[in-house]
């Protein structure tokens, strides 16, 4: 009877101790397994005498009983904490931020010249901008000679040209291509030449020694200048918008007759004035003319038979208007803050 007894509080708290289901099972195995302590006290019952045997049986029956049921209680309790644990473990607060997608960004410049590409693609223009089409280090002939600057022009000045040597400059346009194109198709040539020029100024912030430009050059036979005024006019209409109109001044540039400076409407202000475009309501984007029969002639197309054009503009430039950037240095920084506003 005592170790009934005993057994009994024993029991109570082992179960009170369990902290996992496999505990209790565990106990259950202790006591009411096939060895189990409270097992053995039943299968002991056929050993006791007769008169005792009802007394102690009904006891160690009550014993199971209770163990049952305390077990199943402890069971329910330890599923209950752990379910509560686990909800809280596993709870997803709603309101946390989502993760943010960083996505790449295109730098202004590839976009804009992305955009003036295809302009020009959709009127048949070729894109020449691979480096065995013209090296950036170029010679004095075609950076100058071939493009009609005489040695003594002051474009040839160390002031404004990085010289490698007497014959070997960083190219200050992308005019050499153009001429090195001619020298090895035949008309009729429909090419934009975009590329990386350098120019020794002053940096500030509308200067930079590395900056970019976008020549194009179309030679064929009867070209005019109407043809001129024609494709630029499409260009700024496809660029800047539907109803921006342009301007021809008259100018000089020794490698076109005539030369002009071409104007377009402001985009920002329509043409009213503005901070933009200095309240004149024009902002100049390009230069462009006739080629020189000369520049014809060396790059060895004969300007008795064929006419050409070209233009230049500078990308910086025109990215800088097209999207408000004031520092043309900020282009070339590459930093993350800038860039990731395009
Ligand atoms: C930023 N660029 C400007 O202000 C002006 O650039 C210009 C103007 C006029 C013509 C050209 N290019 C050119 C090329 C050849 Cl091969 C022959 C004749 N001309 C570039």
């Known amino acids: 009877r005592e170790k009934l007894e005993s057994m009994k509080s024993q029991v ?23 060895k189990g302590l409270l097992t053995e006290v039943l299968k002991g019952m056929g050993k006791l005498p007769p008169e005792e045997r009802p007394v102690m049986g009904q006891i160690a029956n009550q014993l199971r009983d209770y163990i049952e049921e305390i077990l199943t209680k402890a069971r329910e309790d330890i599923s209950k904490r752990e379910k509560e644990a686990r909800l809280q473990r596993e709870k997803i607060d709603v309101t946390m931020p989502g993760k943010i997608r960083t996505i790449g960004k295109r730098h202004p410049l590839t976009s804009t010249l992305d955009q003036i590409k295809d302009i020009f693609l959709g009127m048949g223009f070729d894109i020449v901008d691979s480096p065995e089409d013209g090296p950036e280090v170029e010679l ?14 002051p474009s040839r000045d160390i002031q404004d040209s990085f010289y490698i040597n007497e014959d070997i400059v960083l190219r200050s346009q992308t005019s050499p291509v153009q001429i090195r194109t001619m020298e090895k198709h035949k008309p009729p040539i429909r090419v ?14 509308t200067h930079s020694p590395i900056f970019h430009q976008i020549e194009g050059l179309v030679v064929d036979k009867h070209v005019t200048m109407g043809d001129l005024k024609g494709v630029l006019g499409v260009f ?32 920002v202000c329509g043409g009213k004035g503005c901070r933009v475009c200095g309240n004149t309501g024009w902002i100049e984007i390009l230069g462009a003319g006739m080629v020189h029969p000369k520049v014809l002639a060396m790059a060895g197309v004969d300007p008795e038979v064929y006419s050409g054009f070209a233009f230049g503009m500078g990308l910086d430039r025109i990215a800088m208007l097209k999207y408000g950037i004031d520092d043309m240095r900020l282009l070339f920084e590459n930093d993350m803050r800038f860039i990731e506003q395009f």
Do not use: Q, W
Request: hydrophobic share 35%.
């Open 12 to 34: 109570t708290e082992e179960i009170a101790k369990a902290v996992h289901l496999d505990d209790l099972e565990k106990i259950r195995i202790k006591y009411m397994g096939k």
């Open 140 to 153: 004095d002939y075609y950076n100058f000679e071939a493009l009609n600057i005489p040695k003594n022009h």
């Open 192 to 205: 934009i030449v975009p590329g990386r020029v350098y120019r020794s100024d002053e940096v500030d912030a």
């Open 236 to 267: 700024a209409r496809e660029f800047f918008g539907p109803n921006t109109k342009t301007k021809f001044r008259p100018s000089y540039f020794p490698f076109t007759e005539p030369s002009a400076e071409v104007d377009v409407t402001c985009f």
